[in-house]
């Protein structure tokens, strides 16, 4: 295939499949494109991909490999001493990341911010004063699945395109669980940066409501699964932040939690992340055509909303 995408500040003419130009960086309004082309959806999901990803491991060095390619993305581009989670700072070390913006919609009326394709989008209602908190949840969400775009990444050698990004969005929705590990984690990272602009674990205990009948084996272990993901999220953060002291001494944490926390080992916590992701992967092959259609849209969605 040598179809081109001419690029639309400096009209030259990049791959089809590319989302930024090669020369000037413009983005490419190449949404059609993520919409009707298999190829792309089965060059990634098949079953050669199947069997490499059955048998590669999640190691621990591979992990550690993961944090620091996601960590050199913010550095190669900022070289920040950690400073504090003030408004000015969160927007310099989100920037090589995500693309933070306010929202006037009508959208999410319910809420101060929320994550939605590489985006943060802060709802123009929300309180001066919460948004570094609001940032710093959002971001969270971005980090993590920038986790599992890294590890799909590295455990099938294959370099980052829009499908691995729908891969990753696909799965930290994908139920109520994986939803509310996402949820746990980003809260625990409010609670460790900003301890006295922690509003608690709002979004948690919203799912926790909105489905009363979960099981409880598996909820406990999904907040188990998210507390041990935000340490890394801390891990990672705290190369560009420095946590902020809280003016009341002691931080009493998991409040309003009812389950005690255990804490993962690390095997735990990568076979874990190793089974969400074979899970995920085995799930879009058993249903290829409906998936395929599913990614695409969200492909499109991405598309759309970082021009
Ligand atoms: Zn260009
Ligand atoms: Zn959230």
Known sequence: MNKKIKCPECEYENPINFTSCIKCDHRLKNAQYYTENYKDFYELFNEDNQRILKKSKLTDTAYDTVLYNIINIGEDNIQLLPEKASMHNLLNITKPYVKVQYDNSKRFPAYLSYYSYNNILIKKTTDPSLIPTAILHEFSHHLFNEIIKQCMMHLLNHEK???????????SLENTFIELSGEFMAHKVQEYFLPDDFEGFTSVIQLLHDNPNLDEEKLKEALYFGNAISKDII??????????????????????IEYPIVEL??????????????????????????????LS??????IYLNC
């Open 161 to 171: 395109n829009l499908f691995i990004e729908s891969f990753a969005w696909y799965l």
């Open 297 to 302: 849209q969200m492909n499109k969605n991405y």
């Open 235 to 256: 891990y990672i953060l705290e190369h560009f932040i420095t946590p902020q002291a809280s003016m009341y001494g002691t931080v009493f944490e998991n409040v309003g």
């Open 265 to 294: 080992s690390v095997d735990e916590k990568l076979d874990k992340l190793y089974t969400l992701i074979t899970d995920a992967f085995d799930r879009i092959l058993t249903d290829k055509v409906e998936m395929q259609a599913t």
